[in-house]
């Protein structure tokens, strides 16, 4: 594994991959460097984490065998220039910026870096990630292999063809946002039905880590698996129905292609 990690950026899917990173004990927190421009983010999540804090992107880089780009993509131009002299050939660049292609990222760094780009998400932090992979042609077996360790530390992940990483964007990298949005609604029907709130978000969110959880040990399909909830003449088909009615499926196909147009064209 390597031996150094860093992280450029301490926001959402930052926080949730060094929390994932050291919860795992894939790595200690003193393994770990992080840099925020806004420094105090950066050592709160040091402080939770034992990682230590370093004052500027290149100072990160120096100190890093792999360095884990976590910024907002429209970030990435002005970090990736701070950088630039301190990224050597011996470094691993792993971005997980949405869009940025591996020849925009090689295109920004100097000729001959590793580059490995990564499509997240964040349920990362609770260690049920979803994350695919794919490398440019610097990247030896042995740091492919460190790469998806480091995903694999906090869920699942896949090295995958890049022309894949827009699918997966749209599917498990702004997939928990419909997720969310889905418990939302079936709790708010749970209210709307008598229940309280807190009661209404543990039976929403029980059902579909449940339902999930069917899925992936199973192995039957998610057709059937509902077939088995639908007794005949009984009340969920009736509820089937009306999702149909509402075009359900395709509300949640039209999400997951919407994203990855978006990550297309960012
Ligand atoms: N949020 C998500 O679910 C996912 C996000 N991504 C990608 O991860 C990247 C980060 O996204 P989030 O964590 O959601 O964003 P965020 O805005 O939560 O975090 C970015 C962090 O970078 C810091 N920052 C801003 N400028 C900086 C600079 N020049 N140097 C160092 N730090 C700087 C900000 O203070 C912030 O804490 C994006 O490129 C996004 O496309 C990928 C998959 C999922
Ligand atoms: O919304 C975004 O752009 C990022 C990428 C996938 C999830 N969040």
Request: hydrophobic share 45%; aromatic share 6%.
């Amino acid at each position: 594994m390597f031996e150094t990690i860093g992280i450029i950026g301490t926001g959402n899917m930052g926080r949730a991959i060094a929390m994932g990173l050291v919860r795992s004990g894939l790595i200690e927190g003193k393994q770990l460097i992080l840099y925020n421009i806004h420094t105090e983010k950066a050592q709160r999540l040091a402080d939770e984490t034992g990682a230590a804090v370093v004052d500027s992107a290149a100072g990160l880089v120096q100190q890093s065998q792999a360095v884990i780009l976590a910024v907002k993509p429209f970030i990435m131009p002005g970090v990736l220039k701070d950088i630039y002299q301190a990224v050597t050939p011996d470094k691993v660049m792993i971005s997980i910026a949405a869009g940025l292609t591996l020849q925009r990222l090689a295109d920004a760094m100097p000729a001959g870096t590793k580059i490995v780009r990564v499509m997240p998400n964040t349920p990362s932090m609770v260690g049920e990630g979803m994350a695919a992979l794919c490398f440019n042609e610097a990247v030896t077996d042995d740091e492919k292999d460190d790469s998806v360790a480091i995903f694999r530390s906090f869920g699942k992940a896949e090295v995958v063809e890049e022309r894949l990483i827009d699918a997966v964007c749209g599917l498990s990298g702004s997939g928990p946002a419909f997720v969310y949005m889905f418990i939302e609604a079936l709790a708010d029907a749970g209210v709307r039905e008598g229940m309280f709130r807190p009661m209404a978000y543990t039976f929403a969110a029980q059902t579909v880590l449940g339902a999930a959880k069917m899925v992936l040990e199973t192995g039957e399909h998610p057709g059937k698996l509902k077939d088995d909830v639908c007794s005949p003449g009984g009340t969920t088909i009736e509820a089937v129905r009306v999702l149909e009615e509402s075009g359900f499926r395709a509300a949640a196909m039209n999400a997951v292609i919407a994203s990855a147009e978006k990550n297309k064209n960012l």
